[in-house]
């Protein structure tokens, strides 16, 4: 089991930055992925970055590559998702996923890969 806990969301004008921040605690372990998905209003929860814990290879969906970078800090066991250049395309509420130990992802991930979430945190662009 392992519980996420997403902060450092806000209110941002266009072309300004964010770093959100994803605690993982409980049973953690390095052969699982780590990911980042948004939900705007209206719209579905999409893929935005992710890594295999494990690996070394880090995962972007078009619309932010470039722009975000996924990270992560092993002995605190937490992830960052450093958000530059941000557009109001990019509102949403954005959740930290986890998939199950032994787990990996590749390519584009997808929700289906991902068994834990955290309760996500809201990131607002405004124009």
């Known amino acids: 089991q392992v519980q996420l806990v997403e902060s450092g969301g806000g209110l941002v004008q266009a072309g300004g930055s964010l770093r959100l921040s994803c605690s993982a605690s409980?049973?953690?372990?390095?052969?699982?992925?780590m990911g980042w998905f948004r939900q705007a209003p209206g719209k579905e929860r999409e893929f935005v970055a992710a890594?295999?814990?494990?690996?070394?290879?880090?995962y972007y969906a078009d619309s932010v590559k470039g722009r975000f970078t996924i990270s992560r800090e092993n002995a605190k066991n937490t992830v960052y998702l450093q958000m530059n250049s941000l557009k109001p395309e990019d509102t949403a509420v954005y959740y930290c996923?986890?998939?199950?130990?032994?787990?990996?992802?590749?390519?584009?991930?997808?929700?289906?890969?991902?068994?834990?979430w955290g309760q996500g945190t809201q990131v607002t662009v405004s124009s």
């Open positions: 890594f295999n814990w494990s690996g070394g290879s880090t």
């Open positions: 996923a986890a998939s199950r130990d032994g787990t990996l992802v590749a390519g584009t991930p997808s929700k289906a890969d991902f068994a834990s």
């Open positions: 409980g049973r953690t372990a390095s052969s699982y992925a």
